[in-house]
């Protein structure tokens, strides 16, 4: 139940993060909030500062709660909605870091990899590193971060294949671990949190290996939740068609998840000028991309910040961070009318594919070009670790105060003058009375963006239950609603939910 908590200590007010962080789930390809069951677009930067080195048994993006007011702010101003993390350390403590980020209304996506030793998968000698000290961390991982309703999903791997060797070698083991993640959590995670995978942009392998992560053996844990495409082809003056973005929507618009940029944002023509966010939210990629994460937040040896964090901790935005908050901040809202009839679309050729075989995804081929499957499926190791579970603090929210939602840095312009701040991270969900600010109004407010509100109407359990030819129900057997655990329309939808916030609330 709810409580509603108002404290008044020390003239700080805490701040309770309420009921109200809505989980997305998965509908058919689209992420769907699951309270207001309006589909969500991802707007969002990766973000790991310092690089891989920023990950220790001391520290990592999410330990430090100074240095998260400070970032989240600027996430807040940016104008986006998700963050993903390529390495965490899961003995480390994240809850304060977390609730500020579910306090911002912001999600995160997050990397179940360190590069910490035995904490990845050897792309070259995958049998080596698949074993129970790897699974363990990684279901460290899961176990914390699915206790936090704004953790939209976490990525099994990161171009893990990216060349001919690791194509011959870790196309099975990446599955494997995907089908161990996906059965962890179906024992041990208090809600189905989508597995997905983070695919370098490589033609080789990029659509062959992402109709692998998607086939089925006989077990659907084995596909993939959700597919990440790397995507650094939008290079200077383009457009949907010269980028060969429409090739990419071409190639994923039979593609029965979500799929999204993981990383995008080219840099070999300077200064970046984002235009593809325009696309990327335009009707051209609506019905296939659930939007994307521009690559990086901080500025690196390899060019791609947005922002330098300098060496006090004070913060100089770049030129970058300026230009895509302005691209953030001037795009239309998203065409949701378009989005409700290509849900439908979507839906019926689910339906269709249901009466086929009883699946969603579809069953494995023999063979897929340029990747090397005929090993065939590694057998699960995790059996013990899925059935104990793992031994880790489980992520909660907590109270903030307003001091620990004020950033104590300094933030600059690129010309060196000192950039006014809100001051603070804005409370966008309330978390004192665990009801919700108007999230959306919110941000309009602040930015004064062309955000409408939707016609509810859209989303209504009406609108998104697709009629079912006759005979229909039927079909919906046990079998089909543990195939689509995670993969769900309509009434399948209703009733799995229900069934998991059963299991939660009870
Ligand atoms: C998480 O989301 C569920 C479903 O909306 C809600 O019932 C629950 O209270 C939320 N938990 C927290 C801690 O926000
Ligand atoms: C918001 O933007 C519109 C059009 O760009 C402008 O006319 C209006 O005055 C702005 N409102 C505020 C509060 O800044």
């Not at 929507?249 to 235009?275: H, K, Q």
């Not at 063979?367 to 065939?376: A, R």
């Not at 939602?405 to 004192?432: C, Q, W």
């Amino acid at each position: 139940m709810v409580s509603f908590i108002y404290v008044v200590l020390l003239g700080f007010i805490l701040r309770q993060v309420s009921a109200y962080v809505h989980p997305l789930v998965i509908h058919g390809h689209y992420f769907i909030d699951s309270v207001t069951k309006k589909p969500f677009y991802i707007k969002g930067v990766d973000y790991q500062p310092g690089g891989s080195s920023g990950v220790t048994m001391f520290k990592d993006p999410l330990s430090n709660p100074d240095e998260c007011a400070r970032d989240i702010q600027l996430f807040q101003e940016l104008g986006i909605n998700t963050i993903r993390i390529y390495s965490i350390n899961p003995d480390l403590n994240h809850d304060v870091c977390m609730s500020m980020l579910a306090t911002a209304g912001i999600y995160l996506v997050l990397d179940v990899n360190s590069p910490l030793p035995n904490h990845h998968i050897n792309r070259y000698e995958p049998w080596n590193s698949y074993n129970i000290d790897y699974l363990e961390n990684v279901f460290k991982v899961v176990e914390q971060f699915s206790y936090y309703n704004n953790t939209l999903g976490f990525f099994a791997g990161n171009e893990i294949v990216n060349d001919q060797v690791s194509a011959k070698h870790s196309p099975v083991y990446v599955k494997a671990v995907i089908r161990d993640i996906k059965m962890y959590i179906e024992y041990n995670s208090p809600r189905p949190v989508p597995v997905g995978y983070s695919a370098a942009d490589d033609l080789s392998y990029r659509m062959p290996f992402s109709e692998y992560l998607e086939c089925v053996y006989n077990n659907p844990a084995e596909s993939v939740d959700f597919y990440g495409v790397n995507s650094y082809q939008w290079c200077g003056e383009q457009t949907f068609y010269t980028s060969g973005y429409n090739l990419l929507v071409d190639d994923y618009s039979t593609y029965t998840s979500p799929v999204f940029f993981s990383e995008y944002g080219c840099n070999e023509v300077l200064p970046r000028m984002f235009e593809e966010v325009k696309s990327l939210y335009s009707k051209d990629m609506i019905d296939v991309f659930s939007g994307g994460l521009v690559y990086e937040f901080t500025q690196e040896p390899n060019n791609y910040g947005l922002v330098e964090i300098m060496p006090s901790g004070d913060v100089r935005l770049l030129n970058d961070y300026i230009t895509l908050k302005s691209q953030l901040h001037t795009l239309s809202e998203i065409d949701y009318s378009h989005v409700a009839n290509s849900m439908r679309r979507n839906a019926k050729e689910i339906q269709a594919r249901l009466k086929i075989q009883k699946t969603i995804q579809p069953i494995c081929e023999p063979s897929y070009p340029n990747i090397d499957v005929s090993k065939g499926l590694p057998k699960t190791i995790a059996e013990d670790l899925i059935e104990m579970g793992v031994d880790v603090a489980r992520g909660k929210y907590v109270s903030l105060s307003d001091q620990q939602l004020t950033s104590k840095f300094k933030v600059y312009e690129p010309n060196g003058a000192v950039h006014p701040t809100a001051g603070m991270i804005i409370t966008e969900v309330d978390l004192m009375s665990g009801s919700e600010l108007g999230r959306r109004r919110h941000i309009k407010d602040l930015h004064n963006c062309t955000y409408s509100d939707t016609d509810s109407d859209y989303w209504s359990d009406e609108a998104l239950n697709y009629e079912m030819e006759s005979g229909g129900e039927e079909e919906i057997t046990s079998t089909t609603i543990r195939s689509s655990i995670f993969q769900t329309v309509s009434t399948y939808f209703q009733k799995l939910i229900k069934s998991f916030s059963h299991k939660l609330y009870e």
